[in-house]
């Protein structure tokens, strides 16, 4: 598995933004109003592929007081941390896009809420990326003493 390049992510970001632009521009009155829940939500998640980035970086280089980690587990959150990068991208584009189009109208009081919340929500989201970069890089396996003199 190849890993997953930064700037193919914020092209996903660009290009998803730009189109939610377009489509909250024109239909912004028939949305509903945007939950302020994602913002715990997604952040609870970076936590933890942070945490689990910490811990499997430690096993992997058979830190003391570490079991060994299953090379099958080391997959299995290698394909969470390019799955959450990839998802982290598109909804921080779509929440991008609703931020773009409610700066415009921070005057008025719910578009200006919806902003705070849209822009929290962009955020968060590149906090799970960074974190599904940081979990990804952390399951590499280390070079061996005789790979570097190959």
């Keep these: ?14 290009v998803v933004a730009l189109l939610t632009w377009i489509l909250v521009k024109q239909f912004y009155s028939e949305l509903p109003y945007l939950p302020w829940t994602a913002i715990p939500t997604v952040l609870l ?13 430690a096993r992997i280089a058979r830190k003391p007081n570490t079991k060994p980690v299953e090379p099958l587990a080391v997959a299995r959150l290698a394909a969470l941390a390019k799955a959450s ?16 189009h409610t700066v415009q109208l921070l005057t008025r ?12 929500s962009f955020l968060a989201f590149v ?9 990804e890089h952390a399951c590499k396996v ?9």
């Design 142 to 150: 280390p070079k061996s003493p005789d790979d570097e003199k190959a």
């Design 1 to 14: 598995m190849k890993a997953t390049r930064p700037g193919l992510l914020v092209g996903i970001v660009v």
């Design 85 to 100: 990068a990839y998802a982290g991208a598109a909804f921080a584009g779509i929440f991008g896009g609703f931020a773009l």
């Design 45 to 57: 998640l970076a936590v933890g592929e942070f945490y689990s980035a910490v811990m499997t970086r």
């Design 127 to 135: 906090v799970l990326i960074c974190a599904a970069l940081f979990l």
């Design 109 to 120: 009081e719910t578009p200006r809420s919806e902003f705070f919340i849209s822009a929290g």
